[in-house]
Structure formats: structure tokens, C-alpha cells
């Protein structure tokens, strides 16, 4: 079994900053990718970043330029780091970790709303 716990979410202003947070931990072995997912009030969750273990990276479109994935592999964290945030970025956002055949875990999601 794998925990996930995120952190890092609260109120921002338009144009504002934020850096989330998450840590897995547990039966952790071999390649896996940590992802950022959010889930805005009536909608589908959405993929928003990913990254692999060994480096490869993918952030949608919509955040391309102003949010950025990083994670640390000794300390089992991904960081998800939003600049120019938007309104349209409220969203209770998740992360995901994937083992692939060893398993799919997600935490429990932190808020973010941006509003002035």
C-alpha cells in the first residue's frame, strides 16, 4: 500500500502564486509517475502535470508557461509550482501516484481558489 498526502492549497489573488505539495509513502518500488490532477466545481477531474521517475514530463496546455512539476525522487514528492494563477483555476487539485502494476493511488486533494 501506498499513502498520499498533499498540502500546499488556500486563497489566492489573480496573478498570484501558489506551490503545492505531495508525498508518497509506503510499499514504494521501482518506476512510477506522480501527477497532478484538479477537479473545478461540476466538472470531470483533469490531468494537469505529470512527471516520471526517470524525468519525462508533461504539462497540459492550459497551465503550460505558468505552472511547473518537479519532484524530488530521494524524498518521494512532487511539487506542482502556479504562477499568474487564474480564476478558472479553482479546483480541488489532486495527486496521483501510479506503479504501474504495483498500483494507482490518489490523495485526498487540496483546495485552491483563486478570487479577489
Known amino acids: 500500500q501506498v499513502q498520499v498526502v498533499e498540502s500546499g492549497g488556500g486563497l489566492v489573488q489573480p496573478g498570484g502564486s501558489l506551490r503545492l505539495s505531495c508525498t508518497a509513502s509506503?510499499?514504494?518500488?521501482?518506476?512510477?509517475?506522480m501527477a497532478w490532477y484538479r477537479q473545478a466545481p461540476g466538472k470531470q477531474r483533469e490531468l494537469v502535470a505529470a512527471?516520471?521517475?526517470?524525468?519525462?514530463?508533461n504539462h497540459v496546455d492550459a497551465v503550460k508557461g505558468r505552472f511547473t512539476i518537479s519532484r524530488d525522487n530521494a524524498k518521494n514528492t512532487a511539487y506542482l509550482q502556479m504562477n499568474n494563477l487564474k480564476p478558472e483555476d479553482t479546483a480541488v487539485y489532486y495527486c496521483?501516484?501510479?506503479?504501474?502494476?504495483?498500483?494507482?493511488?490518489w490523495g485526498q486533494g487540496t483546495r485552491v481558489t483563486v478570487s479577489s
Open positions: 496521483n501516484f501510479n506503479q504501474f502494476n504495483r498500483g494507482n493511488y
Open positions: 509506503g510499499s514504494i518500488i521501482g518506476a512510477n509517475i
Open positions: 512527471k516520471s521517475s526517470d524525468g519525462l514530463t
